[in-house]
């Protein structure tokens, strides 16, 4: 057992009570209004409880571009899981189960003549798969201009660093602890990001 931070943010509403009693929150694919919900707010490892692994700097950062930018005061919540847990889909941490999810994404992509496939969509289809018994996935979606100075012995090749890794838990089995308030942070108006 590794049992590893994870952080959820969401928008503060003056509600603790109810966010300690209730929380963590659901991100599902439709909107209150029954809209699939698009770009930043699409859930893009499908439906469940979104949380960044380890790292709380990710969550302010995700509470800054989201929440700040609509003018919204967000919470940071805090919970633990198992890292080492195998019914979690590891993505970053399992080579094999990587390997895996691109050979899925590469079958799909041939099979219906497509040249970009969505990451939901290929989970979405393992997810149909009789041995895909997992409670969570974890990912790192990485953007290609991040870069580090940390080299190894042959140019152009670099040590990935690794931020803003992301689980969506598709139940709370995994979740560990009782779900916390971590930290608030309030909106002020020309405040920079």
């Not at 893009?44 to 949380?51: C, P, T």
């Not at 889909?89 to 080579?95: A, H, K, Q």
């Not at 289809?125 to 969570?136: D, G, M, R, V």
């Amino acid at each position: 057992m590794k049992f590893v931070d994870i952080y959820q943010t969401i928008e503060d509403r003056n509600n603790d009570k109810e966010v300690l009693e209730h929380g963590p929150y659901f991100c599902s694919k439709k909107d209150s209004n029954g809209n699939l919900k698009q770009g930043i707010k699409e859930p893009w490892l499908g439906e469940g409880y979104y949380f960044w692994d380890s790292s709380i700097e990710d969550a302010k950062w995700w509470g800054d571009t989201v929440y700040f930018s609509n003018k919204k005061d967000y919470i940071i919540c805090h919970t633990t899981y198992d890292q080492h847990s195998p019914l979690l889909y590891d993505l970053i941490g399992d080579i094999r189960q990587n390997n895996e999810f691109i050979s899925m994404a590469e079958f799909l992509k041939k099979e219906k003549n497509l040249e970009k496939i969505t990451v939901a969509r290929v989970l979405d289809s393992i997810k149909k798969l009789p041995e895909f018994t997992y409670k969570a996935i974890r990912a790192y979606p990485y953007p290609t201009n991040k870069k580090t100075n940390v080299v190894f012995q042959k140019n152009g090749i670099i040590l990935l660093q690794m931020s803003r890794v992301q689980l969506c838990f598709f139940d709370k089995t995994l979740l560990t602890n009782p779900y916390t308030i971590k930290e608030k942070a309030t909106y002020i108006e020309n405040q920079t990001i």
